[in-house]
């Protein structure tokens, strides 16, 4: 039961990306992305804008966040679930009041719960935001409420929606990680890992979306047909939404494709492409001393271990070429203590510190 | 239950810290925004077999706790909370990752070096972005983001939905509690009142919202949300700004614990 539980939880979570999973290069360009689609979204707002729509949009920013605490026990399985809110915050206040809101509910996430990181803030708004708000709510929700409403329409729209939003957020969270190279985790077998899980929480997404939609509706139509009617007048504009996010699209993939093709971490690689090669060199005289020094011990010598693949048959050509000189038990040491004076180092002083500040204020008292 | 209360007690906490007036508290928001995000560029650009040349960088969260005297546990107890997601993840690295390595005549999976690298930077991460918010305050960097020219709307935006969280949180658990009394060994709320429940919270929200409004309006905004005199960036902040910024990149091209070690070995030798 607690593991069921448990599991409902973790995937949901796996959609806010960590900063460590991450590479400065990917989330550089998709904060660039969000940005873009940030700042289209508050051009258009302010075009329908009163003064009052700000507070109702904070206010509906806090639902959510404390709507997504709730525990929704799912049927049958003794476990619960929890609401992601993105198509909600879509259907009750439109696509780009709807995105603004997410991204700032995850910026607080990021802050003060460590829940998907700053870096990878760009990552989080647009994996949770923009396809719920931009792709599934026009071209989903709003092809199956076109006719007029209904419950059955909502929970249709409501249901197919929150499935392809999560699905497509899912299957970018792989393709940001795996672009990003920190983990070892094969494309295919992440995917099989994080769609299934994620058609899950998306039915239950989308009962919870279609129930509490489908509530408002019956109790006060106005709010859904006043968001509906602000979108007569974004409609259109979604199309140069779906272009700008398209161009988007092909600069990064580009991007991207050198990116994975030159098979080197971030910084490296933008290294590469600002200086021509994959390491800076180093200024003669002191620099050139220390970084023989470096070369020469580092603890981990730029990823090449005293490495002996595990069949040892199948040795890649790569990875003969890779391998750099063998690490002596000598200089390891010589790593290790280092390692441990770091910490002891940093330890003293932050002791240092905290006795130096306690005695001015005893002097001051 | 006790997840909604945390999260309030955590929310709290944080906003009391931030009031704190420490030397790290008294420096212009702005800085703490970029030393920060500096901070996570490098620390996240280091390859995934480094671990020995990231440590250098638990200095800067060290004396940033200890010069805004901040609490360690409550901190640390964080981390501990996400981490298992990145465990989650990370623990993978070790099945998928075929190459071994030796090290100290012990053979090893290399996956054991990019999850430890991992999960050190994400310890570290993590600590910086809350270390921000505790030395800083949402109004405070609501100020630096505005300096940043993040558009009005959203900063405006941002801050309400910060200040309205707890409202709604305190509601959400006033409306669980009353379930839970009503549904005894119930877990979670039944299927049969899903839409009715969440329903209720968003109706009552709107009804906040255009009570909020009033008020607002009430108080004279036009639109326009002051957070008192923005304070300029001094040369100590700038120094702040500049020397971290030097420290991480000096950290991030130079392997400071090899260097050291290799001094202390070569000295007893």
Known sequence: MRCADLRVLKGADIMHMADALISPVVGGIMLAATAGVATYSIKKIQNDMDDKKIPLMGVMGAFIFSAQMINFSIPGTGSSGHLGGGMILAILLGPYAGFLTMASILFIQALFFGDGGLLAYGCNVFNLGFYTCFIAYPLIYKCFTRKGITAKRIFGASMSSALIGLQMGAFSVVLETFLSGKTEIPFGTFILMMQPIHLAI???????????????????????????????????????????????????????????????????????????????????????????????????????????????????????????????????????????????????????????????????? | MPNIINSLYNMRLLDDLARKETTIHKLHPIVKLLTTLVYLSVVVS??????????????????????????????????????PLIIGIGILNPFFDQHTIVLFGVVISRGWVTFLSIFIKCGLTVTASILLIATTGMEQLGVALRMLKIPKIFVLQLLLTYRYITVLIEEVSAMMRAYSLRAPGQKGIHRSVWGSFAGQLILRTFDRAQRVYQSMSLRGFTGEYNTGNVPKVKLRDFTYLVGWSVFFIIARIFNIPMLIGLLVTGVIK
């Open chain 2, 46 to 83: 280091f390859g995934k077999y480094e671990i020995g040349s990231i440590l250098p960088f638990i200095f800067y969260p060290m004396i940033t706790i200890v010069l805004a005297e901040l609490p360690v546990a409550p901190i640390v107890k964080r981390i501990l909370l996400v981490e």
């Open chain 1, 202 to 365: 998306g039915v239950v997404e989308g009962f919870v979306t279609a129930t509490i939609v489908i509530f408002i509706w019956r109790a006060r139509p106005e709010i859904l047909e006043k968001s509906a009617n602000l979108e007569a007048l974004g409609n259109v504009s979604i199309k140069r939404v779906l272009t700008g996010a398209l161009i988007a699209v092909v600069v990064m993939g580009g991007l991207f494709s050198g990116f994975a093709s030159a098979n080197s971490d971030g910084l490296e690689w933008s290294m590469e492409k600002t200086s021509g090669k994959s390491e800076l060199k180093a200024p003669d005289g002191i620099h050139k001393t220390l970084r023989s020094i470096q070369t020469k011990t580092a603890f981990l010598p730029d990823y090449s271990f005293k490495t002996k693949v595990a069949e040892s048959k199948e040795k890649p050509a790569d990875q003969i070429g890779n391998a750099g000189p063998s690490i002596n038990s000598g200089t390891s040491v010589s790593g290790i203590v280092g390692g441990i004076l770091t910490l002891t180092l940093t330890a003293f002083t932050g002791f240092i510190i905290s006795l130096l500040k306690k005695k001015k204020s005893k002097v001051n008292a």
